[in-house]
């Protein structure tokens, strides 16, 4: 019983890994904020 | 001399007449682009015979001065021995960062070991165009027909 | 306009590698630009791997080789290991500005549709539009992917991109037709602008 106990977690703690990870390399298209506030043009 | 025509010759010493193993991989020296070793064997017990051991490569047979030319890797030379770098299969990348396929074969004079050309199953590339050989990729300058 | 125009989640992902040793040093996590200037910036890093995780290194564009179709090419490895201060400090502040998903909204206050990508010019390094889906009003082509030009923009934050009002005749539908529209775009502009 705590052994299948202990064996889930794992389980849940590695895919909880692997789906953490897969997040922070994401990545995307990112505008720099522009220096002066306000309009950029 | 094609490559693929080398790999599985057997090397024999010209001392003895003795068999020491076949031909499994070649050592490319990238700077001077030239076979600078023949692998013989595979995985740990893997050994290697330098290019200026060699006396002869022929379609039958790798002639080797002696059996003692069989030695084992240097940390340089196991980069290629140990499957980091791949020749055949390796992946051709031009400099512009386009890929041309994986290298399906290798000429090289059978003589003094130089490279001659790379070849991908759509693409001979000159080895004067090599430019570095590293674990992800051989490097070669662009072509004029590629896009700027 | 000539060159080669890429579109930037095309960039997402792909190796950085050395010229000088055929290393692969890094994959490439989010792509970095600046709206003012119109330029590409560079590009934040992911260690290679299935599970490894971002790096903290940035690439500088001034240190890029070249951008091909399977892989951002760099001089050496310094070019990922040097420090570039100006460039991590953008990402410090802007890691959040993500435009893809980003309302198209004209100063008007109407709602054009949604950023789906950004195009470059690889070669220069420029920016030279966005890619949108149009919202079934915009036009006939409604559905299909439709491309503006960077100068009939206005301003984007993360959130939404700013275009003037009447902007509609120079978006264009395909990528070939699009370096005309850009032309022809800044035809229209004042001079100076």
Redesign the interface.
């Known amino acids: 019983m705590l052994i299948a106990v202990i064996l889930i977690l794992i389980v849940v703690a590695l895919v909880a890994f692997v789906v953490i990870q897969r997040r922070r390399r994401a990545g995307g298209i990112i505008v720099a904020k522009p220096k002066r506030g306000g309009s950029s043009q | 001399m094609l490559l693929t025509t080398t790999l599985g010759e057997n090397v024999v010493s010209k001392a003895t007449a003795d068999t020491l193993g076949a031909v499994t991989g070649v050592v490319v020296d ?1 700077k001077v682009r030239t076979i600078a070793a023949l692998q013989l064997g595979k995985g740990r017990k893997a050994k290697v015979v330098g290019w200026s051991d060699v006396s002869g490569v022929g379609s039958a047979a790798v002639v080797v001065e002696r059996d003692e030319a069989v030695r084992e890797p240097s940390d340089d030379e196991h980069r290629y021995v140990g499957g980091d770098v791949s020749v055949i299969g390796g992946l051709v ?7 041309h396929g994986k290298i399906v074969d290798v000429e090289y004079d059978e003589v003094s070991g130089a490279l001659v050309s790379i070849r991908t199953a759509s693409l001979t590339v000159p080895a004067a165009a090599l ?9 070669v300058a ?1 072509g004029d027909n590629e ?2 | 306009m000539s060159g080669l125009l890429f579109r930037a989640t095309d960039l997402n992902g792909l190796p950085v590698v050395s010229i000088d040793s055929g290393e692969a040093l890094a994959d490439v996590k989010d792509i970095v630009y600046s709206a003012e200037k119109s330029a590409l910036l560079g590009f934040t890093l992911n260690k290679r791997g299935f599970l490894a995780g971002p790096m903290k290194n940035v690439l500088a564009y001034a240190d890029v080789a070249a951008i091909g179709r399977d892989a951002v090419m760099v001089k050496s490895e310094a070019a990922v290991t040097k420090k570039a201060d100006a460039l991590v400090a953008v990402v410090d502040e802007s890691s959040a500005r993500n435009v893809i998903g980003n309302d198209v909204l004209t100063d008007g206050g109407q709602r054009l549709g949604t950023v789906i990508d950004v195009v470059i010019e690889v070669t220069s390094g420029d920016i030279v539009g966005y890619e949108l889906t149009g919202d079934a009003t915009l036009q006939a082509h409604a559905g299909r992917p439709l491309l503006i030009p960077i100068p009939a923009t206005l301003a984007v934050s993360g959130t939404a991109l700013m275009v003037p009002a009447g902007v509609e005749p120079f978006i264009r539908d395909d990528l070939s037709g699009f370096g005309a529209a850009v032309d022809e775009f800044r035809a229209q502009l004042p001079e100076g602008a």
């Not at chain 2, 990348?93 to 890929?99: H, Q, T, V």
């Not at chain 2, 430019?131 to 490097?139: C, L, P, Y």
């Open positions: 990238a990348l031009s400099d512009r960062g386009n890929a430019r570095s050989i590293g674990a992800f990729a051989w490097v662009a896009p700027a």
